[in-house]
């Protein structure tokens, strides 16, 4: 069941993050609290935080929102 939990969680992360309504820095903090879940499910997610920051930068948002998401994915 625990891989059904890192998709949820994952593709969950993936709407906030590309979610253009809402504050920027909810949406990132939603999604580095998501990613941060998919760690504890699966260590091998912690490889989706710099794929998260790639396509952030890409995206081009701010270097306190990519910070927040990362932060807190890899905090837990």
Do not use: Q, Y
Request: net charge positive; proline share 1%.
């Amino acid at each position: 069941m625990e891989h059904l939990l890192l998709i949820a969680c994952l593709f969950l992360s993936t709407g906030f993050w590309f979610k253009k309504s809402g504050g920027d820095t909810m949406n990132a903090l939603i999604s580095g609290e998501l990613i941060g879940f998919a760690i504890l499910t699966r260590s091998e997610a912690v490889v989706f935080l710099p794929i998260f920051g790639v396509s952030g930068k890409l995206l081009g948002k701010s270097r306190s929102t990519l910070f927040i998401c990362n932060f807190f994915g890899g905090i837990k």
